[in-house]
């Protein structure tokens, strides 16, 4: 193997399991617990908002530790933390300390997930590091389908406690070591830029695209929360919501062998365009009736996948290699407390106004998410584009 697949491979899996057991766990979990514990599934949810503002707070200091310490250690550090949190979750007495235990998991998260995973192959591989980053979530596009059966399995034969204790021994027995070991532990010099500023005379620029990730994310998590709700708006029955939310996976991850194949011809900020335009026409189709609904999902499904892409890529290709780990530390932040409180604030409107002004909102905001990217390529066009 050549030494980036040595690197790709091993960070891939860790990926799929650390999207698996924390962002996609309560989908399977959240029911099971509250049958068993008697907690109200809102505050079982809530517990999930929690851990991604925790994941917000401690972004920026993961990526100054990338800098100073490696990505390895970091990514190692956010498995143990992940480990931590699951058992916290599985040993849980009563609510408080359920909720205490995601503010540890959300930590590990923010030092663990894609913004960790990306800053780690900034550092490595500097300016080459857009294709291993595009390899990267192809890995990652499969955790809810090897994670989803895989919890549903566990908690049917075990219980809920016990597949968090499982998921926690993968991350602390396997991905720890594994990190540690088959990693580079490359650090970079001196001390890092605790500011987070970006190069002179690109600051309105990340400005831009702090906000184009706010947007962006906060669309994310509104249509992974609530996308059966919206669906079943439409008319569609349960079992068909289900069956057609499926097709974003699938759409995901074909989006993004795309970029795999083609992405090397054109500059990053145009997989960003094709993104917001994907997921900005597959929303307002939905939205408007479009009659193929499926159609509307695979074109959001698309969008989504090389979404996750052009998080890493565009800052890398609009800032440079130096400052690519501060930069994904302060996008991160600004991204994770989007996704914590964007599904809330969906949840209010479909309970105050229904699902047709929750989708018109939601399509509102993909047309405001497009207009920020077509700006920001407006801005950048100097840069080879």
């Known amino acids: 193997m050549s030494s980036k697949t040595r690197v790709i491979v091993p960070l891939g899996l860790h990926q799929i399991f650390a999207w698996g057991s924390s962002y996609y766990l309560l989908t399977v979990l959240a029911a099971p617990i509250a ?3 008697g907690w109200s599934l809102a505050w079982i949810t809530a517990g999930f908002s929690i851990g991604l503002i925790s994941s917000s707070l401690i972004s920026p200091s993961a990526a100054r530790a990338i800098v100073r310490f490696g990505g390895a250690r970091v990514l190692a550090f956010g498995s143990a933390l992940l480990s931590l949190g699951l058992a916290g979750l599985a040993f849980a007495p009563s609510l408080p300390f359920y909720i205490l235990s995601w503010t540890v998991f959300g930590a590990g998260m923010g030092c663990a997930l894609y913004d960790a995973a990306f800053s780690t192959l900034g550092q490595l591989y500097g300016a080459e590091a857009r294709r291993p980053i595009t390899t990267l979530t192809l890995f990652g596009g499969f955790a809810s389908t090897v994670c989803w059966p895989l919890s549903a399995y566990l908690v049917e034969t075990f219980g809920w406690r016990e597949t968090c204790l499982f998921y926690a021994a993968i991350h602390l027995f396997v991905s720890v070591p594994v990190l540690l070991l088959l990693l580079p532990r490359k650090t970079g010099n ?4 605790t500011k987070a500023k ?8 990340l400005l831009l695209l702090t906000l184009i990730f706010v947007t962006g994310s906060a669309i994310f998590s509104i249509m992974s ?13 349960l ?6 939310g499926t097709l974003v996976g699938p759409s995901q991850v074909g989006a993004r062998v795309v970029e795999i194949v083609l992405g090397s011809r054109y500059h990053p900020v145009w997989t960003l365009v094709t993104s917001a335009t994907l997921i900005c026409c597959g929303i307002i189709l939905l939205t408007f009736g479009f009659p193929i609904t499926a159609a509307c999902l695979v074109l959001y499904g ?9 998080r890493g890529t565009v800052p890398l290709a609009l800032f440079g290699a130096e400052d690519f780990p501060a930069i ?4 991160a932040k600004a991204a994770f407390l989007a996704q914590a409180v964007a599904p809330f604030a969906a949840a209010q409107i479909i309970q105050l106004s229904g699902e047709q002004s929750a989708l018109a909102a939601i399509a509102a905001l993909s047309v405001l998410n497009l207009g920020l990217v077509l700006l920001l390529r407006v801005r950048s066009r100097g840069q080879a584009l």
């Open 239 to 244: 079992a068909a919501s289900v069956a057609l």
């Open 302 to 310: 698309a969008g989504n996948g090389i979404w996750s892409i052009s």
């Open 328 to 331: 994904m530390g302060r996008l």
């Open 198 to 205: 970006a190069p002179e005379g690109h600051r309105r620029n």
């Open 35 to 37: 049958r068993d514990t």
């Open 190 to 193: 001196g001390k890092p830029d």
């Open 225 to 237: 929360i609530h996308l059966i709700t919206l669906l079943q708006s439409l008319g569609l029955a």
